[in-house]
């Protein structure tokens, strides 16, 4: 199984969306996955430019010459997409948005045959259609800070036609990468329900009631 996250976090390595993702993918790989984490703040995206060339001149074929196909060759193939981003004014984050707005060049009916075809990079037989999972981390400790980020998820995953199969949602982030001393130890058992759900993505390609519950009791109860 191929898994790649997109961390949309402005910090990039040093975010707190990473020290979930990074506890995810650790766990799918010891589940034997294979994993890439892009951190869309080290690469150069471009925002659309709303031409639609991708689609009337041949998917692939973006008018702007950035990042965009070297990440979308490493995401080809992948069986399950992570989104990753930090919550900006209850929202997902700038970068994120370009990038999915990006993502237009693959979301023609068409692309998905055609697009091996006009750029070699990307091989028809390792496209495919993979599942979603969306990972975010909040300030406050009001879980509705998510509420904007989880409908937009399950639009993208409807007009993208792919299952989504697991939101992971935590508020007060910034207790992940600086815990005060006496919150060391849920931040520790978070983190480690955070490997659990991605070795049970690996499994069960679907994160279990039980899990679900643990994670979205968030630090407090764990
Ligand atoms: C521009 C900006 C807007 C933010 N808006 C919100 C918000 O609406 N609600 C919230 O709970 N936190 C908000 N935050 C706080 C971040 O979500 C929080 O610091 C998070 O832990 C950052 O994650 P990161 O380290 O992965 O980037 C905002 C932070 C920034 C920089």
Redesign the pocket.
């Known amino acids: 199984m191929k898994i790649v996250a997109i961390n949309g976090?402005?910090?990039g390595k040093?975010?707190?969306?990473?020290i979930m993702v990074s506890a995810f993918l650790r766990g799918a790989e010891e589940a034997g996955a294979n994993c890439i984490n892009i951190f869309l703040a080290e690469k150069d995206i471009k925002h659309c430019k709303g031409c639609h060339t991708c689609w009337t001149r041949g998917p692939g074929q973006c008018v702007t010459n950035d990042d965009m196909l070297s990440i979308l060759s490493e995401m080809s193939g992948a069986n399950i997409i992570v989104f990753a981003?930090?919550?900006?004014?209850?929202?997902i984050?700038g970068l994120l948005k370009v990038f999915m707005d990006r993502m237009t060049m693959i979301g023609s009916p068409h692309s998905q045959k055609e697009l091996s075809q006009s750029n070699n990079q990307i091989k028809s037989a390792e496209l495919q259609i993979p599942k979603l999972i969306m990972i975010s981390?909040?300030?406050?400790p009001?879980r509705k800070?998510f509420d904007v980020v989880s409908l937009w998820i399950n639009r993208v995953a409807e007009k993208m036609q792919m299952g989504l199969v697991g939101e992971i949602y935590a508020?007060q982030?910034?207790y992940?990468?600086s815990p005060p001393e006496e919150f060391k130890p849920k931040i520790n058992e978070y983190i480690i329900l955070l490997q659990e759900a991605g070795k049970e993505i690996v499994t069960h390609l679907s994160l279990s009631d039980a899990i679900n519950n643990d994670l979205n009791r968030g630090f407090a109860s764990v």
């Open positions: 976090s402005a910090k040093e975010s707190n969306t990473n981003t930090p919550v900006y004014f209850g929202n984050s981390n909040c300030g406050l009001d800070e508020t982030g910034k992940l990468t």
